[in-house]
Structures are given as structure tokens and as C-alpha cells.
């Protein structure tokens, strides 16, 4: 099987009946790279920053981060790297920046910290802006969004990042900029949000989280903690309405569109582009290459009715073992 999920790496995602599905993957490290463009991947949907930042023991400069994006657009040019400012807080912790808190999911984290130090996201998106310069196939993408206020205070620096690289003669497009929907409040303010940028992305770990209230790392209640939650899935499906009648992207970028099954239903919802961990994007092209849209659809109409996320786990792999 191995070798014949190798094979695929030059096959595009597409249904039986002729719908394409970008599969983008998840990255932080260099190390990522290769791993991705073995396996196919069309593009980066999400890079996570906080990685090479937590690797560190103080700030990267600004040369430093330009040099890093660099490497990841580089790497990937022509196709797309969507790279995510800084998400520190809840479980990212950096060493030299401490947070301390009751409730560090509930705290300061993602865009919270960001704009209450805007020198943090200056530095970060001038650096993005450089590194992208002559490749353009920069997007940069915003987390932890719970109010349009708060993204139309980055997308004030992002603009203020720009003007201040053409100042210094850097010539570079105005790159796309998305949010990340990973917050409840966001979900009910889709579109509202989508109006105000380029793209969705929806980031399935901490949604999930956030909706349930269940912490997505802690074992105790990991039997809680379920993507596939009915209330998950008529988030996302609120999610893909409001970017469909803007008529604009939405994508998934949390481990739930490295779940094959789950992929399916993402792809029913109308969703445009999974992203996901690098191991993930073979058995999910796999499988999107075996089932029909309309089946899709027709399977994702009968899990919605279902009240429990067990049932809609097993509905759906009974399923799909069916399909063959
Ligand atoms: C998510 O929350 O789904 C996500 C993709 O971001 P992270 O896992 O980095 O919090
Ligand atoms: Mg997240």
C-alpha cells in the first residue's frame, strides 16, 4: 500500500466525477520541505511560524526571520505558502517571552499578544514582505481572530509593514491575507470576517476545543474531544456558507483534514483547499480519488442528522468500507 500511495505524489486530487481538491500541507521546520514535495503537496496552508521562533532562545531578528520565510517560499515557489504570525500563548510557549496564566487558553495568545506588541508584528510581517520578494507566492494568514476589530487592527500594521519595505526599496506584491477561524465567536462572524480579507481557514484543533470545552491536550477528557462533534460540523458548515456567498476561498488547516473520512465531509461542505500534516496527504488524495462528490454529499446529508460523534465515525467508516 505504501508503494502505491507513493505512486500518487503525481496525480492530482481529483474526484471520479471531476472535482479538484488542493492538498496543501502543514509545516514549521525546514525539515518539513522535503517530506511535503515527496508526498505531492500543491503548497504550504499553513505555516507555523512559532516554530523556528520556539527553536530560539531570544527574538529572531528581522534578517533572520526574512532569511527562514525565504527558505519555506523558496522551497515551495510557485506554489503558495500561507504563513501564520506569530501564535504564541495556550501550549506554545516561548522561553524568553514567559506567560504565565490560570487559563492560558482562555489568555493572551495568537493575535492577542501580537497586537498589543505591534513591534512583534511589524518585524515579523516586514520580514515575510522581504523574503517574498521576486517569488510572490507569500499569503499571510491571522490567528486567534475573535472580532473584526481585531483584524482590522493587523491588516492597519500589515499595511504599515508594506509602505515601510517599499520604503526601503523592496519591490513586492500586496499578499492575500486570510483569518483563521478557530474561535466560536468567529464561526457566528464569517461574514462579516470574510468581507474584510481574502480567505478562511479553519483551524479544526483548537475549534474544536473552544466548542466542546475540552482541552485538546489533556488525556483526561481526550474522549471529549472530538472533531466530528455535530456541533463541529454545522460550524463548518456555517463556516463554508458565509465564503461561498462571498465567493471566496475556505480551507482547513487542523488535523481534522488529514482524516480521510473527515476529508470527505470537508470536501461535501464545498470546502477549496485542505491542509495537513505531510504523512496525512497520501490516504486522503487516496480516498478522494474513490469517491464521487455526489457521494460525498449524500454521505455528509445523512452524518449531519446524527447526534452523536461516535455514530457519525462509524456511519461514515461503514460507509466508505462499502464504497470499497
Ligand atoms: C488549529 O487550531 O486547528 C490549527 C491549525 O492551529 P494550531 O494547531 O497551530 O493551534
Ligand atoms: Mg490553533
Redesign the pocket.
Known sequence: LVQGLEQLRDVPCVTPDGHRMPLLV?TGLLADVARSLDRGAEGVG?Y?TEVPFMIQDRFPSEKEQQATYREQLEAFHPLPVTMRTL?IGGDKALTYFPIKEDNPFLGWRGIRVTLDHPEIFLVQTRAMLKASQGLNNLRIML?MISSPFEVEEAQHLIHRAYSEVLDEGVDVPMPPVGV?I?VPAAVYQARELIQLVDFLSV?????TQYLLAVDRNNPRVADLYHSMHPAVLQALTLVAAACREAGKPMSV???MAGDPAAAVLLMAMGCDVLSMNATNLPRVKWLLRQITLSDAKALLDEVVELDNPHLVQATLHLALRNMG
Open positions: 502543514n499553513l507555523r501564535d490567528p483563521m478557530e483551524g479544526t484543533n483548537d475549534l488547516c487542523g488535523e
